[in-house]
């Protein structure tokens, strides 16, 4: 069973000639968690935000995006609130931007299950004070305002404000970026334990691979608004079958190889404002072909791996190559 089902997911916006979203399908389960990867501008917040319909103004979308049954993108604005107060709750990448600074932690907490009118003050603040213990932080926090309390304390409130309606789906995004390494290590940890103990699916969006590999169960890379490569985090990382995956690998630090020097992804990504028939990365991929350029590849599984996928024209050429290093 799926929390999340996101279909042939299509978003265009003004002044584009082709879609930021551009035919994207991701799936979550109960109590999994998928880590969404790629560069920053490959389109990995917007479609997160798109299960809550967080679009941007003049945003046109094509396609389906399932939550608890319904397809967000054609709920009123009521069953929107509903699903935002009781279905999927959202960790944003920077806690000091998302909680007003003139208002007290309790308020933040609790405003979006007493304005539904899911629980009054009194049981929300109750309520609250457990959440705020569960993540690690003292109750006497609620009467505190947001500069009396550290970076990593307010993201530990964000996430506990995002439980607060005991929601099916959680969606993070890049809820470590602004935290320093000790305090990212606790804060993943805490959504781990969080995810075993309430069995909730979470949507993990980051550009860390090694944070992704260690948290997520499956793995989705986006390059350009269409997903490059999928499948289970252990077989993405140790034999990828896209390019663009196998060159974000390369460019990652490694303990083990301190003298190795990073490879770098020559180029840019497409512009929005031109069309593109052929393969987003094609431009940039070592292995492309005049075929690249003329034809989108379609996603295709590997032999035997059905689960794992990448639309590569050439991922059977890659993985060998893998295979023979």
């Not at 879609?19 to 799936?27: A, E, K, S």
């Not at 997160?48 to 397809?71: H, M």
């Not at 929300?124 to 500069?147: F, I, K, M, N």
């Not at 804060?187 to 691979?209: C, K, N, P, S, Y």
């Amino acid at each position: 069973m799926n929390t999340l089902d996101i279909e042939g997911l299509r978003i265009t916006l003004p002044g584009t000639a082709r879609p930021v979203i551009d035919g994207v399908d991701l799936t979550v389960a109960v109590g999994e968690t998928v880590a969404l990867v790629g560069e920053s501008g490959s389109g990995k917040t917007l479609t997160s935000r798109s299960a809550l319909r967080l679009l941007p103004p003049g945003a046109r979308t094509e396609g389906r995006v399932v939550v608890g049954g319904r397809d967000v993108l054609t709920m009123s604005g009521a069953q929107l609130r509903t699903l935002r107060t009781e279905t999927a709750a959202m960790v944003f990448q920077d806690p000091r931007s998302a909680i007003n600074p003139l208002r007290r932690i309790g308020d933040f907490v609790t405003e979006s299950v007493v304005s539904a009118k899911a629980l009054n003050r009194r049981d929300a603040t109750a309520r609250a004070a457990e959440l705020l213990r569960c993540v690690g932080v003292d109750a006497a926090t609620l009467h505190r305002y947001p500069s009396q309390v550290s970076g990593g304390m307010l993201q530990r409130v964000m996430i506990a404000a995002a439980l607060m309606g005991d929601p099916t789906l959680l969606l993070a995004d890049e809820p470590t970026t602004a935290l320093d390494v000790t305090t990212q290590a606790e804060v993943i940890a805490l959504l781990t334990r969080l995810r075993e103990r309430f069995g909730t699916g979470m949507l993990f969006v980051t550009h860390d691979l090694d944070l992704a590999a260690a948290i997520s169960d499956r793995v989705y890379v986006m390059y350009a608004g269409r997903i490059a490569e999928s499948g289970p985090a252990d077989a993405l990382f140790t034999r990828p079958r896209h390019p663009y995956t196998a060159a974000l690998l390369d460019s990652t630090p490694r303990l083990e190889a301190p003298g190795r020097r990073l490879a770098a992804i020559d180029g840019r990504p497409p512009d929005l404002r031109t069309a593109l028939p052929g393969c987003a990365f094609a431009a940039r991929c070592p292995l492309a072909t005049e075929v690249c350029d003329q034809r989108a590849p379609e996603q295709r599984p590997a032999p035997g791996r059905p689960e794992h996928r990448a639309a590569c024209h050439h991922s059977d050429r890659l993985e060998r190559s893998t295979t023979d290093a």
